[in-house]
């Protein structure tokens, strides 16, 4: 089978989640045997690994447009050339006209559900950018969502809830959406190349003696929730870290938010999957307090290193988390939940140690890159037998 993966989001630049499941997927197809070319943003192409890169404007609301008329236009050469069986693109992209071949998109969220919470509740919007965004990007993203919907054989979703989501905002055929949930390459996760102590030197931490956020800085990622609950539980544990890694257009808020604490720290973006495995390994716990969520990543990340994780009851977060067994659950926006279930956490090492070594069994048996990998399979499998 001759496949061609469009995504714009792919290493070395990983902007989030999009971009792991990128990378996930196309090595887990490449080690079934599929003939695998990829189109994504850069300047320097790889043919012998059949990696093609297309220059791309980096204007913020309207780069993803300017990828994808780029893309587009060499996936047509190329087709030409392969002959290509299946299309697949890694999130929704305005298509003109449909590829004449059985094409695939996967959904990681829905625009129009972000603008939905953004309009409930006015506070999420905490920047001039995030206002800009519910302006300008949320809506074009919108129409991006409907227009791929439409143009798009099969839909795959990582979690249930935002398969019902796309259906009934998209208004598509429910036999064209189907669920996959995102996978985790537990062998990454168990090597690390890096000196564990050096890296926690680097950022002045200790292990066990640090919470850790990871993700992009949003406000939908409820960070500022996160910053709110540590304040209160810094009142008894005094040594205790917030490590906040990650970039986005809310940082600046937020470490406006933090004024006065030394003990949080931010990290920015880190690149290097062994020094994220590092910050996992060694905290005490992950936290996630998103409003809103497809199948995050991180969380898979986190219970792939042995860690309990306590987060909001949002999107597919509850099909990762068994509350009160690998981590714990609480409404989005709630600073009191969060810290109430951090605060057990911290009481227990033991019971941090037990939630994480049930978190680790659960993901193996449910989330491992195989059973994704072949279930995308399937879904290319069942369109060659209808074309």
Not at 73 to 80: A, Q, Y
Not at 108 to 119: A, D, F, G, M
Not at 342 to 358: C, D, K, Q, S
Request: glycine share 6%.
């Amino acid at each position: 089978m001759r496949v061609c993966f469009i995504t714009f989001d792919y290493p070395p630049k990983i902007i989030g989640g999009t971009g792991t499941y990128a990378e996930t997927l196309v090595k887990g197809l490449k080690s079934k045997g599929i003939d695998l070319f990829l189109i994504t943003r850069g300047f320097q192409s790889d043919i012998g690994q059949r990696t093609y890169r297309v220059p791309s404007s980096n204007s913020r609301y309207w780069r993803r447009l300017f990828f994808i008329k780029s893309a587009l236009r060499l996936f047509d050469k190329l087709n030409k050339l392969w002959k290509f069986d299946v299309v697949h693109f890694n999130e929704p992209h305005i298509m003109l006209k449909k590829p004449k071949i059985p094409t695939v998109c996967t959904f990681h969220s829905t625009q129009v559900n972000e603008i939905k919470l953004k309009l409930a509740d006015i506070n999420t919007l905490k920047t001039v950018r995030d206002i800009e965004d519910l302006v300008l990007k949320s809506p074009v993203g919108s129409v991006f969502d409907v227009f791929t919907a439409h143009a798009a054989d099969k839909i795959i979703c990582p979690s249930p809830n935002l398969a019902e989501l796309v259906k009934s905002y998209c208004l598509v055929d429910e036999r064209k959406v189907c669920c996959i949930p995102n996978g985790v390459d537990f062998e990454a996760f168990d090597k690390i190349d890096d000196d564990p102590a050096s890296i926690l030197r680097k950022y002045d931490l200790k292990k066990d003696n640090y919470l850790l956020f990871m993700g992009r800085l949003s406000s939908l990622k409820g960070v500022q929730y996160l910053i709110d609950a540590f304040k209160v539980i810094k009142k008894d544990y005094i040594n205790m870290k917030l490590v906040i890694v990650g970039t986005g257009d809310l940082e600046g808020y937020l470490k406006n938010l933090s004024q006065g604490i030394a003990s949080i720290v931010f990290t920015g973006h880190i690149d290097s999957l062994n020094v994220r495995t590092i910050l996992y390994r060694n905290c005490a716990s992950v936290v996630v307090p998103s409003i809103y969520e497809g199948l995050p990543t991180v969380v898979l990340e986190a219970m792939a290193c042995g860690k309990a994780v306590v987060a909001s009851g949002v999107g597919g977060i509850p099909l990762l988390i068994r509350h009160g067994q690998n981590g714990f659950l609480t409404k989005p926006g709630d600073s009191e939940g969060l810290e109430k279930f951090i605060r057990v956490l911290l009481e227990n090492a033991n019971l941090r140690e037990n939630m994480g070594a049930f978190g680790r069994k659960f993901i193996e048996e449910k989330f491992s890159v195989d059973r994704m990998v072949c279930d995308t399979l399937k879904v290319y499998d069942s369109l060659l037998q209808l074309s």
